[in-house]
């Protein structure tokens, strides 16, 4: 029973993605945190005019609006999938919800992002390097509140597509489906498991993801 949180529209106006190494990628948005500490520190500086001034005071209420509306959707998809952080947006652009990333000492971005249909979470971790963006790792969970975790595959030094993403969830789920049937049928049961699948696969790609978080919200109710 989900009772912290109603069911909410959300719209978020500065979800953007930023090209990296390919067209299929997706990128977490940047720290609404640092774009403010950098504003203030420049209206700090003493050389800002008053509408400058007015400007930014415009700017930090906005984007703690913003900060409110990640929170908020986090702490939603956090019911059917951990990982993801406490902050996240939608990209609209590509039709999923991008966690908050991190850079390490090295300099490599990490973060995942998650697609859901009406019976699964599929989560993709996602790392982004100098010159590639790489896939980490897919993991499929189950939507009933339970964050049951289904299957996953880990990767090294695999390139990133969404197509990719999507084959190794329908693999994924191929299996975990197969798992439930008698030994002796798998084989003859192999295509029909993956057709099975894919439709679960294909409405977390093919349907509007804030749609199906709140339908998946009130069947928790």
């Known amino acids: 029973m989900v009772t912290f949180l109603s069911v909410f529209h959300f719209f978020n106006p500065f979800a953007m993605s930023f090209p990296v ?5 997706v990128t977490p948005a940047h720290g609404t945190t640092a774009i403010i500490r950098i504003l203030e ?3 700090a500086s003493g050389t800002a005019t008053d509408s400058e001034r007015d400007a930014f005071k415009q700017a930090r209420s906005l984007m703690s609006n913003r900060q409110q ?4 959707l986090a702490q939603a998809l956090a019911v059917f999938s951990p990982g993801l952080g406490n902050s996240v947006t939608y990209n609209s652009a590509h039709n999923v919800f991008v966690g908050g990333g991190y850079t390490s000492n090295a300099g490599n971005t990490y973060f995942s992002s998650m697609r859901m249909s009406s019976s699964i979470a599929i989560k ?4 982004i390097g100098h010159t590639h963006t790489f896939l980490n790792g897919v993991q499929i969970w189950t939507v009933d509140g339970n964050r049951q975790l289904l299957n996953e595959e880990r990767f090294h030094c695999q390139g990133y597509s969404d197509q990719l993403v999507r084959i190794v969830a329908v693999r994924l789920m191929t299996e975990t489906i197969l798992a439930q049937v008698p030994a002796h049928e798998r084989d003859t049961f192999g295509v029909q498991a993956k057709l099975l699948a894919n439709r679960c696969v294909q409405d977390a ?13 009130r069947r928790l109710m």
């Not at 509306?69 to 908020?72: I, Q, T, V």
């Not at 993709?124 to 790392?127: E, I, L, V, Y």
């Open 21 to 25: 190494s390919s067209s299929n990628s």
């Open 41 to 43: 520190n420049q209206i």
């Open 69 to 72: 509306e990640e929170l908020r």
């Open 124 to 127: 993709a971790d996602t790392g």
């Open 205 to 217: 790609y093919d349907c509007n993801q804030v749609e199906i978080l709140h339908q998946n919200l």
